[in-house]
């Protein structure tokens, strides 16, 4: 399901940091990207530009993104962050999310028309510089009906009160993606 906005404080400071953040999602390439490791979702054009992986930084990505970083670190409990590109006709199949412990948000980077997301039957666009939220344990789904790249900036953060625990699919996934992410920054 879709969430409030209003549980999360740090929305509109987020919000605000959309034209720094925007400006350096420009200053990548596509060769900074890598394949999403959940490689059973998608067929095609789902790839990352990793921030925060496990709650551990990637430093060599973080420092080309100072000011997207300086957002982050204002946002309390994030266990991932990252840049999430959906290539011009990818789709995202349906899928739940591995633990209960986290929100995700997205941040729309870069939203073309034709770029929606659908949270247990509720279908929403994403809209340049505005935030979605919504339970990750949900089953949703994603899709980029346009002719460019759609780009959010995906986090993951904490619930009150919670701590961050996955299960060990999950666990092997985001270390597949977070050592993939460190070879390609040269950590």
């Excluded at 080309?64 to 789709?91: H, K, M, Q, Y």
């Excluded at 591995?98 to 659908?118: A, E, Q």
């Excluded at 949703?140 to 701590?163: E, I």
Aim: negative net charge; aromatic residues 10%; contains cysteine.
């Amino acid at each position: 399901m879709f969430l409030d906005l209003d549980l999360f404080p740090f929305v509109a400071d987020l919000e605000s940091a959309w034209p720094e953040i925007r400006a350096e999602y420009d200053r990548l390439a596509a060769a900074d990207f890598v394949a999403w490791p959940e490689s059973e979702l998608y067929d095609f054009g789902w790839k990352a530009f990793g921030m925060v992986a496990l709650g551990r930084r990637l430093d060599a990505n973080c420092t080309r993104c100072p000011r997207t970083v300086e957002a982050i670190d204002r946002i309390p409990g994030v266990t991932s962050a990252g840049f999430s590109l959906l290539a011009a006709g990818a789709r995202i199949r349906p899928h739940a999310g591995y633990t209960n412990s986290v929100d995700r948000l997205h941040l729309g980077v870069k939203v073309p028309l034709g770029c929606d997301l659908n949270v247990a039957g509720e279908t929403r666009p994403w809209i340049e510089g505005k935030v979605l939220a919504f339970d990750d344990t949900a089953e949703h789904s994603a899709w980029n009906n346009s002719d460019d790249d759609r780009v959010v900036l995906l986090l993951d953060v904490l619930r009150p009160g919670a701590t961050f625990e996955v299960t060990p699919a999950a666990l092997q996934a985001l270390e597949g993606y977070a050592r993939g992410a460190q070879q390609k920054a040269g950590n």
